[in-house]
T-cell receptor
Framework: QKEVEQNSGPLSVPEGAIASLNCTYSDRGSQSFFWYRQYSGKSPELIMFIYSNGDKEDGRFTAQLNKASQYVSLLIRDSQPSDSATYLCAVNSAGGYNKLIFGAGTRLAVHP | KAGVTQTPRYLIKTRGQQVTLSCSPI?????VSWYQQTPGQGLQFLFE???????NKGNFPGRFSGRQFSNSRSEMNVSTLELGDSALYLC?????????????FGSGTQLSVL
């Protein structure tokens, strides 16, 4: 079983719709969770982070965390073509220090 | 504030050679991590440095090594290059490398081994 799992996609949504990206993780001791966006040929860019159960909103993005279910999600409201990218879920290893375990990423395609 | 700077941007090497990649963290950041990204394996953790000490290491062979200098700049070295080492090598920095800190990535070094 992979430590961090994501559906590879592609997830195709129309412009203006809500895109829902999901991630599950295996290490119950994980404390911090991150979403990175990576455009083709570019490096990952941090867009959201969450540490506590519940929802965290930042502009069009909402991160949701459920530690009991070991589940993290990212919602993108009013999706735009510029949101088309690969979204990487990352979980901080419970072993301490900043060692991130990444999922394989979900490719999102927003079509006009 | 300048971001994480990695040099060179591209490298082409042949099997058996060695390579050194450089990373300058964001000013004030003292923790530097290195990751390897390949299409097949995704992003994988190589190692993390803080105050010139390696605190954490991923599951890579000993051919992969690194170091950090007193100004927090870091280098990673890969010796006896293999074809499978072709990848995007990403450096990331954070303030002190604590568990809940945000990690910021550089643009990466694209290494091709022929």
């Amino acid at each position: 079983q992979k430590e961090v799992e994501q559906n590879s996609g592609p997830l195709s949504v129309p412009e203006g719709a809500i895109a829902s990206l999901n991630c599950t993780y295996s290490d119950r001791g994980s404390q911090s969770f991150f979403w990175y966006r990576q455009y083709s040929g570019k490096s990952p860019e941090l867009i959201m982070f969450i540490y506590s159960n519940g929802d965290k909103e930042d502009g069009r993005f909402t991160a949701q965390l459920n530690k009991a279910s070991q589940y993290v999600s990212l919602l993108i409201r009013d999706s735009q073509p510029s949101d088309s990218a690969t979204y990487l879920c990352a979980v901080n290893s419970a072993g301490g220090y900043n060692k991130l375990i990444f999922g394989a990423g979900t490719r999102l395609a927003v079509h006009p | 504030k300048a971001g994480v700077t990695q040099t060179p941007r591209y490298l082409i090497k042949t099997r058996g050679q060695q390579v050194t990649l450089s990373c300058s963290p964001i000013s004030g950041h003292r923790s530097v991590s290195w990751y390897q990204q390949t299409p097949g394996q995704g992003l994988q953790f190589l190692f993390e440095y803080f105050s010139e000490t390696q605190r954490n290491k991923g599951n890579f062979p000993g051919r992969f090594s690194g170091r950090q200098f007193s100004n927090s700049r870091s280098e990673m070295n890969v010796s006896t290059l293999e074809l499978g080492d072709s990848a995007l090598y990403l450096c990331a920095s954070s303030l002190a490398g604590a568990t809940n800190e945000k990690l910021f990535f550089g643009s990466g070094t694209q290494l091709s081994v022929l």
